[in-house]
């Protein structure tokens, strides 16, 4: 059963940084693109970052230059690094990844920047 966890969600201040983490399970992760999403109250869930199995990234233009993703192939885990935290950034932040067709989504980690 495959199954992605995210952690690493918190409040922080304007300017801060927060590193999440998406654990997966029941799967060969190392083949698989992995990506960031995140969904704001009354707004559509956007792609915030990608990772490809060979560690291509790509990222929305909101958050480049601010947002580090990566990946560790031996822990299962993919991590979305946030520095410079912007009241925009507030939402809930989802990992997911698709696996023999299938799109998997983690449970998301709520990630709020106010003063």
């Known amino acids: 059963q495959v199954q992605l966890v995210e952690s690493g969600g918190g409040l922080v201040q304007p300017g801060g940084s927060l590193r999440l983490s998406c654990a997966a399970s029941g799967i060969f992760f190392s083949i698989n693109a992995v990506h960031w999403y995140r969904q704001a109250p009354g707004k559509q869930r956007e792609l915030v970052a990608g990772?490809?199995?060979?560690?291509?990234?790509n990222y929305a233009d909101s958050v480049k230059g601010r947002f580090t993703i990566s990946r560790d192939n031996a822990k299962n885990t993919v991590y979305l690094q946030m520095t410079s935290l912007k009241p925009d950034d507030t939402a809930v932040y989802y990992c997911?990844?698709?696996?023999?067709?299938?799109?998997?989504w983690g449970q998301g980690t709520q990630v709020t920047v106010s003063s």
């Open positions: 990772i490809t199995s060979g560690g291509n990234t």
């Open positions: 997911t990844l698709p696996y023999r067709g299938t799109p998997y």
